[in-house]
């Protein structure tokens, strides 16, 4: 099997979840002989070249994170420009977010199902998993924790063609967290993710506030 993979995320490669993602997704694919090309969303000038490709391959694989509990409007800027498939193409979707709760999620994994639709081919699942926020901030083992699940979600999809397993739907992890670890975590987002948030930002250069205002 030859894959199509688009990154749909809007984020630059080298600054992308998703493309961490892919890499470890795609060492697990290749293992069985599945061959791939990727391509980024965020690069416009490679979207001849997107275009031609998703004209040209059966199965295609869009991998991108939900921005505002939606699809990031430039990989649908891109969609509206390819023409729908009537060759039996298939489709598959890695569909990851910020937080981890898998039922913040659904709305979107939905609309993807549409989308398949839409662009002619042959739905094969999405594979849904959040808490991939702090991939970007952190290396090493931390980062190799987060990403590295995803090697064997490659080996299923190229065994499958597909995320429509019990395995993969596993992958998602708690639909909601129970109750206490609710609270657990609103406390942690008003103390410890509250400053590590502020020491991210001064490192890259934000001088005021993180709630400040300036058009109030
Ligand atoms: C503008 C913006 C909106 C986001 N909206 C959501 C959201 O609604 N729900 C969520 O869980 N994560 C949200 N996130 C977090 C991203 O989905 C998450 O960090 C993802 O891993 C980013 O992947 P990328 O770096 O490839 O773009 C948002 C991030 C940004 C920058």
Redesign the pocket.
């Known amino acids: 099997m030859h894959v199509l993979i688009i990154n749909g ?1 809007p ?1 630059v490669k080298k ?5 961490k993602i892919l890499g470890k997704f795609t060492a697990g694919m290749k293992e069985n002989g599945t061959s791939f090309e990727q391509y980024e969303v965020s690069d416009r000038k490679q979207w001849d070249a997107m275009r031609k490709a998703f004209t040209e391959n059966s199965d295609i694989l869009i991998a991108l ?5 939606c699809i990031p409007g430039l990989l649908m800027e891109f969609l509206e420009t390819v023409s729908p498939k009537t060759d039996g193409s298939r489709i598959s979707f890695i569909l ?4 981890a709760e898998g039922i ?1 999620l659904r709305c979107g994994e939905e609309y993807l199902k549409i989308l398949a639709k839409k662009l002619g081919c042959i739905y094969k699942g999405t594979l849904v998993k ?1 808490d ?2 702090g ?2 901030f952190i290396e090493g083992a931390q980062r190799e924790k987060i990403t590295d699940p995803y090697t064997q979600m490659g080996r299923v999809y190229a065994a499958e063609g597909g995320f429509d397993s019990e395995e993969c739907r596993r992958f998602t992890g708690p639909e909601i967290f129970p109750a206490p670890v609710r609270l657990m975590v609103g406390l942690m987002f008003k103390t410890f993710a509250k400053k590590s948030f502020k020491k991210v930002a001064a490192a890259w250069g934000c001088t005021e506030a993180l709630d400040y205002r300036p058009y109030e």
């Open positions: 995320s984020r600054y992308s979840n998703t493309d994170p939900l921005y505002v509990e990851q977010s910020g937080f913040q959040g991939n926020f991939i970007r």
